[in-house]
């Protein structure tokens, strides 16, 4: 399977300020990422697609001003959450896609836990 | 709407035990379905994964069913080992390039020894 690193795997943040986060696909090109928020004891909620070369795609009630995405190139996507508040503490994980229509597969990065304070 | 659905919320067991899992969708249509095992604080993992004309798939002690005309699945789990502490999600997949997955909320199971 595929190969999804992530990083960092924590941070802690001052209220206010901007984060960072990192998903590099490390065995093949990415041409999609996807990137989930997971709150506790809750599934994965799907933020936004990450397309390469071109604008996010987000789900409804992200904003995409706070949440800002880059997918520069085929093995990396970034997500950077900024001016950081407490409620923006959660699991942020990213996900990339692999094999054919039928038996696709999400591979999951380790995940980032991101508190604010 | 799409919908994943699973039961129980969570689930305790004493280790050795066996378990199963259960997992309904109105996924429509359907590419896939997914098992995912995920530990706390960590990304989710694969452990199994089948398409509409496979009703049976085995991963070592985890073995996964599908009805594709009831559309349920289960998850399995033979002689529970302390580390099978995780919570197991499970996954549906419409096919479509777009392909985006519903995510079922998950089962929390605890082993105790």
């Known amino acids: 399977g595929a190969v999804v690193s992530q990083h960092p795997s924590w941070v802690i943040c001052k209220s206010g300020t901007s984060v960072k986060i990192e998903c590099r696909s490390l065995d093949f090109q990415a041409t999609t990422m996807f990137w989930y928020r997971q709150f506790p004891k809750q599934s994965l909620m799907l933020m936004a697609t990450s397309n390469e070369g071109s604008k996010a795609t987000y789900e409804q009630g992200v904003e995409k001003d706070k949440f800002l995405i880059n997918h520069a190139s085929l093995t990396l996507s970034t997500l950077t959450v900024t001016s950081a508040h407490p409620e923006d503490s959660s699991f942020y994980i990213c996900?990339?896609?692999?094999?054919?229509?039928?038996?696709?597969?999400?591979?999951f990065g380790q995940g980032t836990r991101l508190t604010v304070v | 709407k799409n919908q994943v659905e699973q039961s129980p919320q969570s689930l305790i067991i004493l280790e050795g035990k066996n378990c199963t899992l259960q997992?309904?969708?109105?996924?429509?249509?359907?590419?896939?379905l997914r098992w995912y095992k995920q530990d706390t604080g960590r990304g989710p993992v694969s452990l199994t994964i089948m398409t509409f004309s496979e009703n049976t798939k085995s991963n070592g002690r985890y073995t996964a069913t599908l009805d594709a005309d009831t559309k349920q699945s289960s998850l399995h789990i033979t002689a529970s080992q302390l580390s099978d502490s995780a919570s197991y999600i499970c996954v549906v997949s419409a096919p479509g390039g777009s392909y985006i997955p519903t995510f079922g909320r998950g089962t929390s199971l605890i082993v105790h020894p």
């Open positions: 997992c309904n969708y109105t996924v429509s249509p359907f590419s896939n």
């Open positions: 996900s990339v896609q692999h094999g054919g229509r039928r038996n696709t597969e999400a591979f």
